[in-house]
């Protein structure tokens, strides 16, 4: 049976991970270390790339499936249901990832998960 | 569950393609885009260089995964080019790239372009099959190694 790391741990993975490509990662907000939910907030050089929201797969796999999709055109309202989204979920991680081709290494990193 | 042999098929495959530069890649890309899976070449061209001017799709190790979503398409499509001279591609690890895949996915299509992803960059960590494909002297050759049972890749 796969091993599934607490939300903390596999935050600070990603942090590792992207801080070692030159990458640079905020929590913008702190959810249950153990099993709280995942909001990745993706930018390249500052600008808004997309939301993806950890997730599990019909085979219980981690996935990320993107979230806010309507919303990244406008960082405002964006910015605005974000911190709905923490005021009505305390467990809710919300991570800013700034890296090159932030989808892709997002996509990268749960794979080898 | 992505299935590389759908988003496939041997006009989407070319060994030892020369281009000069980056944008001329994409050119190609687009013009193998029409080809192989029928999709207007302008609109790949486009979403191809918005996405580049966000930044590098280089992954280091001389490779780069061009991708992104368009309208139109009903699934995800992919072109595999090993380049005959590698090209500057501004990557991560400013290696110059000689092997491309492109990733196109429907513009609905978030979850799925994520798993294509995921799945394409897993198999670019394969030292080995990046060898092999490095090695592939025609379109056929590549072609088998990409379509082969054991690239049936989970992600």
Not at chain 1, 17 to 38: E, F, K, N, Q, Y
Not at chain 2, 88 to 101: G, K, M, N, R, S
């Amino acid at each position: 049976m796969a091993v599934r790391l607490t939300t903390k741990l596999f935050i600070n993975a990603l942090m590792r991970r992207a801080t070692s490509l030159g990458g640079h990662v905020t929590v913008l907000a702190h959810g249950d270390d153990s099993a709280g939910g995942l909001l990745l907030i993706c930018l390249e050089k500052g600008q808004l790339s997309a939301v993806l929201e950890r997730s599990t797969d019909a085979q219980g796999r981690m996935v990320w499936r993107p979230s806010f999709d309507q919303l990244i055109e406008n960082k405002d309202k964006l910015l605005e249901s974000l911190q709905k989204r923490a005021a009505q979920d305390s467990d809710l991680w919300q991570v800013e990832l700034d890296i090159a081709d932030a989808e892709r290494f997002a996509a990268d990193f749960i794979a080898e998960g | 569950m992505f299935y590389l042999q759908n988003s496939l098929t041997p006009l989407a495959v070319r060994a030892g393609l020369t281009v000069a530069n980056k944008k001329s890649l994409f050119q190609n890309l687009a013009s193998l885009s029409k080809q192989a899976h029928g999709v207007d070449p302008h609109a790949v061209l486009d979403r191809l260089m918005e996405r580049e001017r966000l930044g590098s799709t280089g992954f280091g190790s001389g490779i780069a995964i061009p991708h992104g979503k368009i309208e139109g398409l009903t699934k995800v499509i992919a072109i595999c080019l090993r380049l005959a001279r590698p090209i500057d591609f501004e990557a991560i690890d400013d290696l110059p790239v000689d092997l491309v895949f492109m990733l196109l996915s429907p513009a609905d299509g978030g979850a799925e372009h994520l798993k294509a992803l995921a799945a394409v960059s897993r198999m670019m960590r394969d030292k080995e099959f990046v060898a092999k494909l490095r090695g592939a002297a025609t379109d056929d050759a590549l072609y088998a190694l990409l379509n082969s049972q054991e690239m049936v890749t989970a992600a």
